[in-house]
């Protein structure tokens, strides 16, 4: 440890350390001890400066990384030989090429030491020397102080960490392995059990622990650690323990000597003991505190008689949370524990009947064959008397119904925990059953299971990418068991690699399967569908074709084509199946696995007529139920009829302005998916009359993103139909989108286009409404006198032709513009005119909006007065519109007009108009803050 001068050692295998005659030199910042660790672990080799980046930022290096690597390069050199000239070439640390050397004798550096001693270890054990082999690997293992290089951040010290721990563990299983041989199993049983719970998937451990067990005459526990083992592989990897460690069960059935030493064991009396049929308890069992401390909490709150109904979807893990808690509650119920798996949804099986569990419980009670009654009855009166005055928990797993169950029911002292993929009403209104509903895992708890399978180490690289494997497995236990089992066998594969096989939704399903090729996830679903009746089982087929988030009982209604009574009674079977989760009342939604397990049944089981026929139900569905609710909102549409080829039998209520927008609302999300389905799908009349019916929609919310996406996406579709109404609708819309969105040139070409199809057609309403936009744009990019001739056309046009509403639309803009120029009372003479043909149509919302720019002008005229009752009533007509947005700007124009009277109450007014278009995501709310902030100075400020 001394370079003749001082003496040095070198720490990695624990908290990053070094040491110069027993005191600790201070390594520095954080990422100038990255730098230390990469020299230390590539020491007496060149280290590229590109390592050394690579493993300060990775992909995120900056300009000046080169320096800065430097810089940390020159503090180490400082820490590591204070007495060093400033350029002289360092005796430890030095410049070599691109790079630098860190040069160390094998004796100074931990990780050293431990790799010679474990070399010698195999070259003692290799001679026939145990003992000496076993002295050498602890002396290796003592040097270990904790997680190497333990605090060190970022990606490149928790790949070392990785490898680190790899080999340590390694070295752990070769100790105990020659203490087996030198027939030491009591010495290792503690430390064996113990790693095998923190590395729950590697055999060796497992065959170890069963050969310390047996040393120590313990052969039951070691069969039982087979048991353990044998049922973990298979639920984490869907495999069967391998051959050595199958051979070594035989052996410890056969009663074979592994003691290892040839020394005699004492003889195992096995005695008599209460039943304990509990499998283990779940080696990576993770999260679910919550639903813990709800079993204990109904525990203590039903001291006697305690029935607790654990229910939820395939994969969620009822069973687990169930064995975990019994575990954890066993010493509190000593007579005994009974568990059964019912069988009712495995597809290999038949459902196990009550007469048969009896004969099971009633066998593992001491009855003798012979003595069980025949009678179903009969079975159930002795097992209640046998269990009358113990304690005991019963575990009754995968029941279906609840009729099987009743005859299982126990005495007062015992806990009886049934697991089942359908909700238990039966049990809960004939057993006073408690329900636990089990969910998908949280965030957390999902990335957690998968890092206990797959090792957390190495998900640690790609942290962005295993938070998205959770999603894509839904944070289903199944999914995410599969999905780590796949990365734990394939050590090298990205996590990146997984999620982009995941990422398909229609292969997702297959993906997560093992090395059988059957889909355990997928097998899973099957089992549960197969217990639904017809309608429901056939409903989940047809909701492969739904593109939208959620669900609702009209819509199932026009899917399958049923009554809306047949549709709610489905959805209810599905929803007490797990299989459909109720996210508010009347609407239903598939987790995200459902939902690829129905698109694989639409695109395995509809052919592709009915796919089509389907398809074309929901979208009819969507466009007609928009149009009605369109026809009903307070602002004037055109005159597009929608007339879809397959109306649905039975909408839902909507007859008022009210209720039109809020199942717009409801709906939104789904509109949008069905027009983009629509689109992709070759829809082309629903691709362009959906986003039509909803355009109306996006104005009164401020939905401009959505406006924007709908009307590009149907553009090329009209283009291609040669349709005009479907060209100057989508066109002209697209314009007016773009506008708001300040994309001038791409919206006045929209127009332009729009305008060249209205002269096509020689429709006057149509050019009136294109000229107006296109009056607005050169009105937007400083065309004042521009824009000012195209109003005055669109003016013309509009009256000549009758055309109304764009008449009114026009006079509006027109005004803008002169209010713009300083032209108040112009504006305000237009204003009112169009206000009085808002008015005649029952324009709400074009009457509040013009009240809001007519307060404004009111304002620039010094009619105060005048200006607040305008906004006044604006906002009454907004509310009156259910439009929120013009709710929005209303508050705004009467805190303007306070404020010009003095009015100090203007600054809630701003406040609320803030709020509301803020929340809108309005780009007026820019306006409306900068005017708060100002009115909030002039209240601070003295006169």
């Known amino acids: 440890m001394s370079d003749g001068g001082s003496t040095w050692w070198f720490e990695v295998l624990g908290a990053l350390r070094a040491s110069r005659d027993g005191q600790d030199v201070a390594l520095g910042a954080p990422k100038q001890r990255v730098v230390f660790a990469v020299l230390v672990l590539g020491r007496n080799t060149v280290v590229g400066r590109d390592q050394i980046i690579d493993a300060l930022w990775g992909e995120s290096a900056p300009s000046s990384a080169v320096n800065v690597v430097h810089t940390y390069v020159a503090g180490l050199r400082r820490a590591l030989e204070p007495r060093r000239a400033s350029r002289e070439q360092g005796e430890l640390l030095r410049s070599a090429g691109d790079g630098y050397r860190l040069r160390l004798d094998p004796s100074w550096v931990d990780l050293d030491v431990f790799d010679t001693r474990t070399t010698a270890a195999a070259r003692l054990r290799a001679a026939g020397d145990l003992a000496g082999a076993a002295e050498e690997l602890d002396a290796a293992l003592a040097l270990w102080r904790g997680d190497p290089l333990g605090g060190l951040p970022g990606l490149f010290a928790e790949v070392e960490r990785s490898r680190l721990v790899e080999r340590r563990l390694t070295v752990l299983e070769e100790r105990a392995d020659l203490r087996l041989a030198l027939g030491r199993g009591a010495d290792v049983v503690a430390e064996l059990t113990r790693l095998v719970d923190e590395y729950p998937l590697r055999e060796r451990l497992y065959g170890m622990t069963m050969r310390a067990l047996c040393q120590t005459g313990r052969q039951a526990e070691a069969l039982a650690t087979y048991r353990t083992a044998r049922q ?163 575990v009754l797993d995968n029941a279906r119904g609840s009729d099987e169950l009743m005859p299982l029911l126990a005495g007062s002292g015992c806990c009886v925990l ?394 509006h803009n027109l005004a803008c513009l002169y209010a713009g120029e300083q032209r108040h009372t112009e504006a305000v003479q237009q204003l009112r005119a169009a206000m009085e043909i808002y008015r005649e149509l029952g324009d709400t919302v074009g009457e509040t909006a013009g009240l809001s720019t007519l307060a404004e002008s009111l304002i620039a005229l010094g009619e105060g007065g005048e200006a607040l009752a305008a906004a006044k009533r604006a906002l009454e007509v907004a509310v009156e519109a259910s439009s929120v947005y013009h709710q929005g700007i209303a508050h705004d124009r009467i805190a303007q007009a306070l404020d010009h009277l003095g009015d100090q109450s203007a600054l809630p007014h701003w406040q609320r108009s803030l709020s509301v278009l803020t929340d809108l995501g309005a780009p007026e709310a820019d306006g409306v803050r900068a005017r708060l902030a100002q009115a909030r100075v002039s209240v601070r400020t003295p006169a």
Not at 247 to 259: F, K, M, Y
Not at 654 to 673: F, G, P
């Open 232 to 394: 973990v592989l298979i639920d984490e990897l869907g495999v069967e323990p391998g051959p050595e460690l199958q051979r070594l069960h035989q052996a410890v059935l056969a009663g074979e000597d592994l003691s290892g030493s040839g020394e005699q064991r004492p003889q195992v009396v096995v005695q008599a003991a209460v039943p304990g049929q509990l499998p283990p308890d779940p080696a990576s069992f993770v999260g679910r505190q919550d639903l813990l401390d709800r079993l204990d909490s109904l525990r203590a709150d039903t001291p006697s008689g305690l029935v607790v109904a654990i229910t939820g979807p395939a994969g969620v893990g009822k069973t687990a949370l169930a064995v975990h808690w019994a575990h954890r509650v066993r010493a509190d119920f000593p007579d005994g524990q009974l568990h059964v798996d019912l069988h009712g949804y495995d597809p290999q099986r038949d459902p196990l009947d009550a007469n048969e569990v009896l004969r099971r419980f009633l066998r593992a009670l001491g009855v003798a064959a012979g003595e069980v009654p025949a009678t179903v009855d009969e079975r159930a009166a002795l097992f209640r008397t046998l269990v009358s005055d113990r304690r005991m928990i019963i």
């Open 418 to 811: 049934v697991t089942s993929r359908r909700r238990l009403d039966g049990l809960v209104a004939l057993a006073d059953a408690k329900l636990l509903d089990v969910d998908m895992l949280s965030d957390d708890d999902a990335v957690d299971l998968l890092g206990r399978i797959a090792g957390s180490a190495r998900l640690r690289e790609e942290p962005a990418q295993v938070a998205r494997l959770a999603s894509l497995c839904d944070r289903l236990p199944l999914a995410l068991r599969i999905a780590a089992a796949r990365l734990a066998v394939a050590p090298r594969q990205p996590v990146a690699a997984l999620v982009s096989e995941l990422d398909d939704e229609q292969g997702r399903l297959a993906a997560l399967g093992l090395e059988g090729g059957a889909s355990a996830v997928r097998s899973a679903f099957d089992a549960s569908r197969r217990a639904l009746p017809p309608l429901p089982a056939r409903l989940l087929a047809l909701l492969g074709m739904h593109p939208g988030h959620d669900i609702t009982p009209h819509l199932v209604a026009a899917l399958a084509e049923v009554r809306l009574c047949d549709a709610m009674r489905a959805l209810d079977s599905l929803e007490a199946a797990h299989l459909l989760t109720v996210t508010e009342p009347g609407r239903f939604m598939p987790h995200d696995l459902m939902r690829a397990y129905c698109v694989t049944l639409a695109g395995e089981e509809l052919s592709e007529d009915e796919q089509r026929a389907v398809a074309g139900r929901m979208l009819d569905y969507y466009l007609y139920c928009a149009d009605l609710a369109d026809g009903l909102l307070p602002i004037t549409r055109g005159t597009v009829e929608i007339s879809p080829e397959h109306p649905p039998a039975e909408i839902p209520v909507i007859d008022s302005s009210a209720t039109a927008m809020a199942w717009l609302e409801a709906e939104r999300v789904n509109l949008l998916a069905a027009a983009a389905y629509a689109v992709t799908h070759d829809w082309p009349v629903h691709a362009w009359q959906l986003p039509y019916t909803l355009s109306r929609l996006f104005w009164l919310l401020a939905d401009r993103d959505s406006w924007l996406a709908t009307h590009e996406a149907a553009t090329p579709v009209v283009r291609r139909l040669k349709d005009p109404l479907a060209q100057f609708v989508t066109l002209h819309n697209l314009g007016v989108v773009l506008t708001l969105h300040e994309r001038y040139d791409e919206a006045l070409e929209a127009e332009r286009e729009a305008l060249s199809v209205s002269r096509r057609q020689g429709h006057g309403e149509w050019q009136a409404r294109a000229y107006t936009s296109i009056a607005n744009i050169l009105q937007s990019t400083g065309r004042a006198h521009e824009a000012e001739v195209q109003y005055l056309r669109a003016a013309e046009i509009s009256k000549r032709t009758g055309a109304q509403f764009a008449e009114a639309n026009n006079l």
